[in-house]
């Protein structure tokens, strides 16, 4: 089946600008993250949700981020006056499990690379 | 906070050669720990994962054994393949605080030479 989908997968945006990125996760997943992926760094965890419900956002780096999950399938990560320290690629994952399992395997989109001038 | 420490890269070998990426921890809890592969322009994929102590993951002929006195989960391949060229993430998964906050490391990047 189709694996997670990211849209779109390049952005451009002036400082200042508002952007929103995209991310369609597998089919009946529960979990979904959002990660920002600094240039030659690991993912940094930004925020979950369980079905609609954003159980953690405390990655979130301002309250210039911002992420929503409706209808618990699609979400969106907002983000607001974008600066240029926001350049990064935004990288959505989700998972078949919830609850306390720690062994759940993510599934990951191919990223928005986001560059802000 | 957890933690997690890779060896830094680019590792350069020639193919055949003997492949091995550490990777220590530092937990609250008793984590999940996984090797993530990112193969350019592509998402992070699972490539091996294991949930207790003495496990070994292996997958594609990498392997990795957690090692809980060490705090370690060391990647090794017994002999690489261009197509092994890839970034790699070690990550742990704990139960923090009410929900898993993954953790991952910075990445080491693997060039295998013809």
């Known amino acids: 089946g189709a694996g997670v989908s990211q849209s779109p997968r390049y952005k451009v945006a002036k400082r200042g600008q508002d952007v929103a990125l995209r991310c369609d996760p597998i089919s009946g997943h529960v979990s979904l993250f959002w990660y920002q992926q600094a240039l030659g760094q690991g993912p940094e965890f930004l925020t979950y949700?369980?079905?609609?419900?954003?159980?953690?956002k405390s990655g979130l780096p301002s309250d210039r981020f911002f992420a929503e999950r409706p209808e618990g399938s699609v979400s969106t990560l907002k983000i607001q006056r974008t600066q240029q320290e926001d350049s990064a690629v935004y990288l959505c994952?989700?998972?078949?499990?919830?609850?306390?399992?720690?062994?759940?395997?993510?599934?990951f989109g191919p990223g928005t690379r986001l560059t802000v001038t | 906070g957890d933690s997690v420490t890779q060896m830094e890269g680019p590792v350069t070998l020639s193919e055949e050669a003997f492949l091995t990426i550490n990777c220590t921890y530092t937990a609250t809890g008793y984590p999940s720990l996984f090797w993530y592969v990112q193969y350019p322009g592509e998402g992070l994929q699972l490539l091996l994962k294991a949930t207790k102590a003495d496990d070994k993951g292996s997958n594609k002929g990498f392997e990795a054994t957690y090692r809980k006195e060490t705090t370690s989960f060391h990647l090794e391949k017994g002999s690489v393949q261009v197509s092994d060229s890839a970034v790699y993430f070690c990550?742990?998964?704990?139960?923090?605080?009410?929900?898993?906050?993954?953790?991952f490391g910075r990445g080491t990047s693997l060039i295998v030479h013809p």
């Open positions: 990550a742990l998964s704990d139960y923090t605080g009410g929900s898993y906050i993954p953790t």
């Open positions: 994952a989700s998972s078949a499990q919830a609850g306390r399992g720690t062994s759940y395997e993510q599934y």
């Open positions: 949700f369980q079905n609609e419900a954003q159980l953690d």
